[in-house]
């Protein structure tokens, strides 16, 4: 299992997103058990477009993944809410891991964003 890491950016997104610490805390426990490389994107993972090396992952379990694509049918979002928001992530280059003494196989969570900011972001 790869390490995660966060960049300056992405906490400082944490701030102005100004998300409630629980919310802050569930995001980074769903990327500290689940993030990985994407390989196939799915409703919950995926690449920024045109980005094949730059990665989304919505705060979503995925044994919650069924209860999420129903939730998002059936009700409004509450901002609150971890699946709300995406990190975007890499894997951190091998400057990066002899820079900040990360591990090798290091996840660099660049950004922190919303399911609506994200959508720039990917092909439609």
Partial sequence: ????EYS????EQFR???????????????????LQEVTTPNP??????GQRRVMWRRAVRRMAIDSYL????????NPS????YVSVYRWATSDE??????????LLVVAIMSNLQLARYVAH
């Avoid at 299992?1 to 995660?4: S, Y």
């Fill in 44 to 49: 919950i993972e995926g690449f920024l477009e």
């Fill in 97 to 106: 891991v002899i820079q900040h003494r990360l591990a090798p196989q290091t």
């Fill in 16 to 34: 102005a997103l100004n998300l409630n610490d629980w919310t802050i805390a569930e995001i980074m426990s769903i990327n500290a058990a689940e």
């Fill in 81 to 84: 809410d971890a699946w709300n």
């Fill in 70 to 77: 129903q939730f998002e049918s059936d009700s409004e979002d």
């Fill in 8 to 11: 300056d950016y992405a906490l």
């Fill in 1 to 4: 299992m790869p390490t995660v």
